[in-house]
T-cell receptor, first 112, second 112 residues
């Protein structure tokens, strides 16, 4: 079974802090994704990567950056956290274009 | 702008009922439509649909895609309390990285 692991289930940070969310997958998947999930808005794509060191902006990249130095790890960075970034963050990975994405359990991030 | 619309947003039924969840989409360069089930944590993959008119089935769940009318339905027969979840519909585009656009989700509650 595919395992997508997010480093924290719950995280509380302060405004202005630099925040790192980590995601690791164990199935040698090429594609990795970061979403945020908010009530009434569904899942929205922040950034994705289809290869090591490759990244592309999703629908809502402002205020975020990403890093993919190794194939199995995809990090989401909040450069200077703000209260409107309080959300559930979900990481996903997929093997190829014709395979479904598999999700981690999510990180519920609160910015105070 | 790409759009995925799910209906109803919320549904309450009794055990044993049959439910139909709807998903319509407006997406350029469509490749596939996916259904996920989300309980407390990670969305779990149910179906991936690429061809019109071919029903996919897994136990009491089934789904079909109509590429001409741009919609899909997810049917659940003989519902159980364990079917209570948010059901997410997502559409994949023919672009690098297999990015998905999600609908808002349908919250299904099955009462005993």
């Amino acid at each position: 079974d595919v395992k997508v692991t997010q480093s924290s289930r719950y995280l509380v940070k302060r405004t202005g802090e630099k925040v790192f969310l980590e995601c690791v997958q164990d199935m040698d998947h090429e594609n990795m994704f970061w979403y945020r999930q908010d009530p009434g808005l569904g899942l929205r794509l922040i950034y994705f990567s289809y290869d090591v060191k490759m990244k592309e902006k999703g629908d809502i990249p402002e205020g975020y950056s990403v890093s993919r130095e190794k194939k199995e790890r995809f990090s989401l960075i909040l450069e200077s956290a703000s209260t409107n970034q309080t959300s559930m963050y979900l990481c996903a990975s997929s093997l190829t274009r014709v395979r479904p994405q598999h999700f981690g359990d999510g990180t519920r991030l609160s910015i105070l | 702008e790409d759009k995925v619309v799910q209906s109803p947003l919320s549904l309450v039924v009794h055990e044993g009922d049959t439910v139909t969840l709807n998903c319509s989409y407006e997406v350029t360069n469509f490749r596939s439509l996916l259904w996920y089930k989300q309980e407390k944590k990670a969305p779990t993959f149910l179906f991936m649909l690429t061809s019109s008119g071919i029903e996919k089935k897994s136990g009491r769940l089934s789904s079909i895609l109509d590429k001409k009318e741009l919609f899909s339905i997810l049917n659940i027969t003989a519902t159980q309390t364990g079917d209570s979840a948010v059901y997410l519909c997502a559409v994949e585009k023919e672009t690098s990285g297999s990015r998905l656009t999600f609908g808002e989700g349908t919250q299904l509650t099955v009462n005993p």
